[in-house]
């Protein structure tokens, strides 16, 4: 088992990307924080990590990450009494370019996927150097390339990409890795959460099969495998990394 002794704390563990991470991590061995607004789903993550390791170690901490940094970070120690991997994973979409978004969305945005990234890895660092452990940030194609319609969200996603580089160079000489993670399209909520009606969703994923290089789209065991890669020994000379999870979509061009 990939995990066994370790201690992993996930963000967005209720849904899509985040639960599929958590079931892999718990099947690995991992004892596991497991973070989500919504009690019911986070409970159903939990449940589904039980069924693939009985024996798994799981704590449900149902909390905001824009207002409840300090709260999970303290009730995963009180729990573990150590941290050993980080997976920065919730996320929020929105849709709209500079015309439509405005600063309220701007906030939104940025405080649930760029700020309180960067207030959770503050507080849990100390405690990743004294595991050697390593951080996995869930960023998005998006963060490197540009699309139109989606500003908040594209901005939020570059300034996470920045902070894993700019984390990786401060702590990789603490024995600290940190990488990301930059999906393409990958069946989840995410997008009708973000607004997307139902009938626009399903003409979304269709017309998607045309800008990803592989002519489909992703399915959120292929993130969460990457995601795994990443925080294990297998992956012990990587860090810095943005890892592109999206059937070559990112290196597509117009012609
Ligand atoms: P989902 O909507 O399925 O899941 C999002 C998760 O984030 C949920 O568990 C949700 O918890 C949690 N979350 C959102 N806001 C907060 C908050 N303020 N506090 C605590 N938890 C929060 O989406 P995905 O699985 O698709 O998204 C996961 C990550 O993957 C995101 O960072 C997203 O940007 C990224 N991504 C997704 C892509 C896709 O196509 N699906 C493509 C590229 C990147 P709850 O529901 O309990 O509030």
Redesign the pocket.
């Known amino acids: 088992m990939k995990f066994s002794g370790k201690v992993a704390l996930i ?9 599929a991470t958590a079931e892999l991590f718990a099947k690995e061995g991992a004892s596991l924080a497991l ?4 009690v019911e ?2 409970k159903k993550t939990g449940e589904d990590c039980k069924k693939v390791n009985p024996s798994a170690e799981i704590l449900l901490i149902t ?6 940094v300090e709260r999970i970070v303290k009730e995963t120690l009180e729990k573990y009494g150590k941290i050993h991997i980080l997976v920065n ?5 929105a849709y709209g370019g500079i015309l439509e978004s405005d600063l309220d969305e701007f906030d939104t945005i940025l405080n ?2 760029l700020r ?1 990234v960067y207030h959770l890895t503050k507080l849990v660092a100390p405690h990743l150097i004294e595991t050697q452990g390593n951080i996995v940030n ?5 963060g490197l390339r540009s699309f139109t319609g989606a500003i908040t ?1 594209g901005i939020s ?1 570059a300034g996470l990409d920045q902070l894993t580089k700019c984390c990786s160079l401060d702590l990789a000489s603490k024995k600290v890795r940190v990488n990301s993670v ?10 009708k ?1 973000g607004g997307m009606t139902e009938e626009d969703y399903v003409a979304y994923l269709e017309r998607s099969k045309g800008t990803h290089a592989m002519g489909r ?2 399915h ?1 065991s292929e ?1 969460a495998s990457t995601i795994a890669f990443l925080a294990s020994d297998d992956a012990s000379f990587i860090t810095g990394a943005l890892v592109p999870v999206d059937g070559g979509k990112s290196v597509m061009c117009p012609r």
């Open positions: 963000t967005g563990a209720s849904s899509g990307i985040g639960a973070v989500g607004r919504n789903n986070l909390a905001d990450v824009t207002k409840d994973n919730a996320g929020i979409l649930t996927n309180s869930v960023s998005s194609v998006a969200y996603k930059n999906p393409g399209v990958v069946v989840t909520d995410i997008h959460r789209v992703g959120v993130v």
